[in-house]
Each structure stands twice: as C-alpha cells, then as structure tokens.
C-alpha cells in the first residue's frame, strides 16, 4: 500500500507541476521575459492568498486525521470540525483577496482577476483528509485528467501577454474544479456530523502554529519572485520564473514523497514503533539522495543546452541562475526526510516554527542586500542560504536524537555519484551537435546510465534495504537486502 500511495502521490505532484511546465515553451515563446514575469508576478501574490486560506492544513490536518482514521466516530467529527473551520477562514481570506484585485493591483490586475478561483478552491479543498486516509488514487487520477484538459485550452486559446489572463483562468478552473471532484472521493469514507463553533475552532490556534512555517517557507519560495519583479523588473523576474520552475518541478517528487511518508510515520509512533519509523528514515534518506543528487548534477551538466531548446533563445540567461538553484534540492531533500517523518509526526511543530521562520528570515535580508545589485542572482543566492538554514536548525534540535553522521554520509555517496555522472556529460559534449534536442537526450541517456548503474551496485554490495523496500519480491535479490 506504501508503495502504491507513492506512486500516486509522484504522480499527482509531478502532473500539477508538470503540465505547467509543458505549457512554458509555448508561453516563453508568445510572452516573452516581460509577459512570462508579469503572470509569474500575479501568481505568486495570489498562491499566498491561497496559502492564508489553507492554514496550513497539508501539515496539520493530514496529521490530525491519520491519528483517528481507524477510530469512525472519531475520524467523522475530527474531520467535520476542521472542515467548518476550514470554510470560515478561507471563505474570509477570499473576501480580501477581492480587496486586493480591485484596489490594490496594478498592471497585473487582469491576471489577477482571473486567479479567483484559486482562492475560492481553499473553501473546498479536502486533499488534506485524503491524505490522512491514504487515499491518493483520487488526487492523482481526477486532478490530472482536469489538468491535462487546462494544458489543451492554454495552447488552443493564448496568442499573445493580452491573453495572459485566459491561462490564469484556465488553471484557477482546473484547481477549483479539481477540488470538488476530490470532495466526491470522501463519500462514505468520512460522514459529517454537526460540531459547534467553539469546537471547530478548537483547532485553529494549532493549525495556525503549523500555518506560520508554512507561511515562512512561502518567503522564500515565493516572495523571492515578487521582490525580483519589483525590484529589478518584470523581464528579470521572468528569467528567474523559468529557472525556478524546473526546480519546483523537481522537488514536486520530494513533497510527494514526504506527504506519504508523514502519515505513515505518524501512524507507527502512534503504535509506539519508533524503530521501524527510524529504519523508514534510513532508507528515505538513500533513496531521496540518489533522486535529488542525479537532478542537480544532472542539470549542472545539461542546463547550457537545455535552457534555450526548450525556452527558447530570449530565455538563454536562466541556465545561469538554474544551475544553482539544482543544489538546492539537496538541501530541500534531506530537510523534508527530517520534518516529514520525525518532527511533525512527533508533534515538534515548534522545531519547523523555528527553522523555517530562520529561513524566511535570512532569505528577507540576502534578497533585500543582493537584489539590487545581482538583479536575479540575488534571489537565487538568497533561496539557497534560506534552504541551508533550514536543515541546520533542525540539527541543532535533534543532534542527540538522530544519527546525522550516517545521513551526512549516505549524502556523500550520492554527491560522489553525481559528480562522477556530471564530469562524463561534460567530457561527451563537445562531441555532440550543439543546440539539438537528439544531443541531449544522448547526454541525459548516458549520464542516467552511469549514475544508475553505481547506485545499483552499491545498493546491493553495501546492504542498504533500498532494493528490498523498492523492488517487487520476485526481483529482489536474496540475503538480507
């Protein structure tokens, strides 16, 4: 079931991010830096109106719910408090963003308009009790079917940046409608029953504990694009938005995995199984190295190539402030193994306060100080010294609790791998035609060939338990891995 919840939970978060990303080509090509900034402006503003309406419920609920999903009675009034909750706080925060459209924006107001619905989504949004049912099918099946129709409008409808505002329609629909097909996986899972106000809310204050960390890490995942858009216009903003955007594409498969893991982990503390909670860790460790290594150095060695064949000429100057931005998976991997699987499972929501709020903090001054004169350099430096405070803090708390030594080498292993995949593209391409898609799948082939094949090796000669966890029984190999 594990297994399975992954698989869907990849598959989810890869497809929300994904399609966006098969839409980037065509939008940089029609947009431009300047349009492709502008709409990049807009969106971010309007995602921490969604993040306010939400409360951090990703976190807490799927929380609240996996610890009585075997309890019914239970399970049906924690659910339907929360949900009321849920609907008064969004229902408010919807009222300001309106504020905002119709008083506040500027040259983006037709873009933002046409977001709406994204906050209106957060009235009707119950992933959270899915995920703390380990249902993921749901999720991944009907989000991506009405996505993938969003894809289709955006290339039938957008000609020009005057139209930028159908593509924020389009995918506000696709969220808003999305989430009420998910609402109709709950039927006979969950029941609503009446709760009082005072109960509902009964959840609020630690819902919004949780919601502070989320709103920190938002600092510095999204205000670094509207500091850049301010500061040093729309067309470096709109550089630094393709960069970025292959980076969240990539750690969608990092939040997937940890939003499967969290309510397991959560469920086997409950149980009092710490032990299979730390082995879990273990191997969560190894294979979120293997995946995040092979992604940075793997863009640290196509990224020259890759950036104009896909975005197009007037985009060339992201693969600069791509490269970068790759190591930060590294760092977002091995943070997210911790937070996922031991803080918020054991309740130290204070230890994710803490160390996100450092990083919001560090992210604010690094952009403020470098902005101004590194234009979207400055925002790329600032995410990353954001991204290392994070896990830093974590370890300052959980020294003593945790083996940091062996993950801290479990990371070696893999940046070795890397680097050694990353000095073999970089040797075969000079051989290659440059600017040609056919030379580049050769190099991802051959670089995807040699680093899976020393991960495979010392999975099976080091006795990691990563083949036994990953593999099929029938292809397991025998003896203790």
Same mark, same amino acid.
């Given at each position: 079931?594990?297994?399975?919840?992954?698989l869907?939970?990849?598959?989810?978060r890869v497809?929300?991010?994904?399609l966006?990303?098969?839409?980037?080509?065509?939008?940089?090509r029609v947009c431009?830096q300047?349009?492709v900034?502008?709409?990049?402006?807009?969106?971010?503003?309007? *995602?921490? /109106? @969604?993040?306010?309406?939400?409360?951090? +419920?990703?976190n807490?609920?799927?929380?609240?719910i996996? $610890?009585? #999903?075997?309890?019914?009675?239970?399970?049906?009034r924690t659910?339907?408090?929360i949900?009321?909750?849920?609907?008064?706080?969004?229902?408010?925060?919807?009222?300001?963003?309106?504020?905002y459209?119709?008083?506040?924006?500027?040259e983006?107001?037709?873009?933002?308009?046409?977001?709406?619905?994204?906050?209106?989504?957060?009235?009707?949004?119950?992933?959270w009790?899915?995920?703390?049912?380990d249902?993921?099918?749901?999720?991944?099946?009907?989000?991506?079917?009405?996505?993938?129709?969003a894809?289709?409008?955006?290339?039938?409808?957008?000609?020009g940046?005057?139209?930028?505002?159908v *593509?924020? /329609? @389009?995918?506000?629909?696709?969220?808003? +409608?999305?989430?009420?097909?998910?609402?109709?996986s709950? $039927?006979? #899972?969950v029941?609503?029953?009446?709760?009082?106000?005072?109960e509902?809310?009964?959840?609020?204050?630690?819902?919004a504990f949780l919601?502070?960390?989320?709103i920190?890490v938002?600092?510095?995942?999204?205000?670094d694009?509207?500091m850049?858009g301010?500061?040093?216009?729309?067309?470096?903003?709109?550089?630094?938005?393709?960069?970025?955007?292959?980076?969240y594409?990539?750690?969608?498969?990092?939040?997937?995995?940890?939003?499967?893991?969290?309510?397991?982990?959560?469920?086997?503390?409950?149980k009092?199984?710490?032990?299979?909670?730390?082995?879990?860790?273990?191997?969560?460790?190894?294979l979120?190295m293997?995946?995040?290594?092979?992604m940075a150095?793997?863009?640290?060695a196509?990224?020259?190539?890759?950036?104009p064949?896909?975005y197009?000429?007037d985009?060339?100057e992201s693969?600069?402030?791509?490269?970068?931005?790759?190591?930060?998976?590294l760092?977002?991997?091995?943070?997210?193994?911790i937070r996922?699987?031991?803080?918020?499972?054991?309740?130290?929501?204070?230890?994710?306060?803490r160390?996100?709020?450092?990083?919001?903090?560090?992210?604010?001054?690094?952009n403020a100080?470098?902005?101004?004169?590194?234009?979207?350099?400055?925002?790329v430096?600032?995410t990353?010294?954001?991204?290392s405070?994070v896990?830093?803090v974590?370890y300052?708390?959980?020294?003593k609790d945790?083996?940091y030594?062996?993950?801290?080498?479990?990371?070696?292993?893999?940046?070795?791998f890397?680097?050694a995949?990353?000095?073999?593209?970089?040797?075969?391409?000079p051989?290659?035609?440059?600017d040609?898609?056919?030379?580049?799948?050769?190099?991802?082939?051959?670089?995807?060939?040699?680093?899976?094949?020393?991960?495979?090796v010392?999975?099976?000669f080091?006795?990691?338990g990563?083949?036994?966890?990953?593999?099929?029984?029938?292809?397991?190999p025998?003896?203790?891995?």
């Amino acid at each position: 079931m594990a297994r399975k919840n992954t698989l869907y939970n990849i598959a989810y978060r890869v497809f929300s991010v994904l399609l966006p990303l098969v839409t980037a080509p065509y939008l940089s090509r029609v947009c431009g830096q300047h349009g492709v900034g502008l709409y990049s402006y807009a969106w971010n503003i309007s *995602y921490i /109106f @969604v993040l306010l309406g939400t409360l951090g +419920l990703e976190n807490y609920g799927v929380r609240a719910i996996s $610890r009585v #999903r075997d309890d019914p009675a239970s399970l049906s009034r924690t659910f339907s408090a929360i949900f009321r909750m849920q609907r008064i706080v969004a229902s408010i925060v919807l009222v300001f963003w309106l504020l905002y459209v119709f008083f506040i924006a500027g040259e983006e107001k037709p873009i933002a308009l046409s977001l709406t619905m994204m906050s209106l989504s957060c009235i009707v949004n119950l992933d959270w009790c899915l995920m703390g049912l380990d249902q993921f099918r749901p999720i991944a099946v009907r989000n991506t079917c009405v996505k993938l129709l969003a894809a289709l409008a955006v290339f039938l409808f957008i000609r020009g940046p005057q139209d930028l505002w159908v *593509y924020g /329609f @389009v995918w506000s629909l696709a969220t808003l +409608l999305g989430c009420v097909s998910c609402m109709l996986s709950l $039927r006979g #899972r969950v029941h609503a029953c009446p709760v009082t106000l005072k109960e509902a809310f009964r959840h609020f204050l630690p819902c919004a504990f949780l919601f502070v960390s989320v709103i920190a890490v938002s600092v510095y995942r999204t205000m670094d694009k509207v500091m850049v858009g301010a500061i040093a216009g729309m067309a470096q903003n709109g550089l630094y938005e393709n960069a970025e955007k292959i980076i969240y594409c990539l750690s969608g498969f990092i939040s997937a995995f940890g939003n499967v893991m969290m309510p397991r982990a959560s469920s086997l503390l409950a149980k009092g199984n710490e032990k299979e909670v730390r082995r879990t860790m273990s191997l969560s460790m190894h294979l979120l190295m293997a995946m995040v290594c092979a992604m940075a150095f793997g863009l640290l060695a196509v990224a020259d190539r890759f950036t104009p064949l896909f975005y197009g000429e007037d985009f060339r100057e992201s693969a600069p402030l791509m490269v970068p931005l790759g190591f930060s998976l590294l760092l977002i991997g091995f943070a997210n193994v911790i937070r996922m699987q031991w803080i918020l499972p054991h309740g130290y929501d204070h230890i994710v306060l803490r160390s996100v709020l450092t990083g919001a903090c560090v992210n604010l001054i690094a952009n403020a100080l470098l902005i101004p004169r590194l234009q979207a350099m400055g925002a790329v430096i600032g995410t990353l010294l954001a991204e290392s405070a994070v896990p830093l803090v974590q370890y300052l708390h959980l020294k003593k609790d945790l083996p940091y030594g062996g993950y801290l080498k479990t990371c070696l292993v893999y940046i070795l791998f890397g680097s050694a995949m990353a000095c073999l593209v970089r040797l075969l391409s000079p051989l290659l035609a440059p600017d040609a898609w056919l030379s580049l799948f050769i190099l991802v082939g051959a670089g995807g060939l040699v680093y899976g094949i020393l991960c495979l090796v010392y999975w099976h000669f080091a006795r990691t338990g990563v083949l036994q966890a990953v593999l099929p029984k029938r292809l397991r190999p025998s003896g203790r891995n």
